[in-house]
T-cell receptor, first 112, second 117 residues
Framework: GDSVTQMEGPVTLSEEAFLTINCTYTATGYPSLFWYVQYPGEGLQLLLKATKADDKGSNKGFEATYRKETTSFHLEKGSVQVSDSAVYFC???????????FGTGTRLLVSP | GAVVSQHPSRVICKSGTSVKIECRSL??????MFWYRQFPKQSLMLMAT?????????EQGVEKDKFLINHASLTLSTLTVTSAHPEDSSFYIC?????????????FGEGSWLTVV
């Protein structure tokens, strides 16, 4: 079945450092790929998405590119802020379905 | 934007008792809501799909008699953990979508931490 694998956390960075959170997936067909973020005490929020190969999703300085050849969707940000501290979830979903398949989540801690 | 609210955010209950978690869509109607569970250091796992006015659809391995889901209105779904045991302690989160009008965007609640002692 479908699955999503994320790097384990926590990822601890200093402010303005470069961020990469790895995500790879296993799925039949061509799913849409998502990154969700969960800030402390809040629900999951959609951060960015990509619906087909080579698409790049971007939002709030974060980027991720749908790489079909490596079945990856790594999350990157050039300069993190303390306010980016949260748990980040990679997920996939097949077109026409509302069911999401999540990775385990990666906690990011950014210190001043 | 659309908001999904869960209540309670944290609950502690005694082993053997039942506990109810509510999931509300605050500014849209949702014919379908989803319940997920997350154990520490594991993925969010879909437990069941809650269908307004009909029975929920449970994922394989999820006990429907233990995790009762009621979707009595277009804005409210409830998850009741019956005869709770310590192994039911987990993070439960719901999601809902306004449907095609929103491009099938999915909104999540804040989640509920259940601790069974």
């Amino acid at each position: 079945g479908d699955s999503v694998t994320q790097m384990e956390g926590p990822v601890t960075l200093s402010e303005e450092a470069f961020l990469t959170i790895n995500c790879t997936y296993t799925a039949t067909g061509y799913p849409s790929l998502f990154w969700y973020v969960q800030y402390p005490g809040e629900g999951l929020q959609l951060l960015l998405k990509a619906t087909k190969a080579d698409d790049k999703g971007s939002n709030k300085g974060f980027e991720a590119t749908y790489r079909k050849e490596t079945t990856s969707f790594h999350l990157e940000k050039g300069s993190v802020q303390v306010s980016d501290s949260a748990v980040y979830f990679c997920a996939l979903r097949h077109t026409g379905f509302q069911k999401l398949v999540f990775g385990t989540g990666t906690r990011l801690l950014v210190s001043p | 934007g659309a908001v999904v609210s869960q209540h309670p955010s944290r609950v502690i209950c005694k082993s053997g008792t039942s506990v109810k978690i509510e999931c509300r869509s605050l500014d849209f109607q949702a014919t379908t809501m989803f319940w997920y569970r997350q154990f520490p250091k594991q993925s969010l796992m879909l437990m069941a799909t809650s269908n307004e006015g009909s029975k929920a659809t449970y994922e394989q391995g999820v006990e429907k008699d233990k995790f009762l889901i009621n979707h009595a209105s277009l804005t409210l779904s409830t998850l009741t953990v019956t005869s709770a045991h310590p192994e039911d302690s987990s993070f439960y989160i719901c999601s809902a979508s306004p449907g095609q009008s929103s491009g099938n965007t999915i909104y999540f609640g804040e989640g509920s931490w259940l601790t069974v002692v």
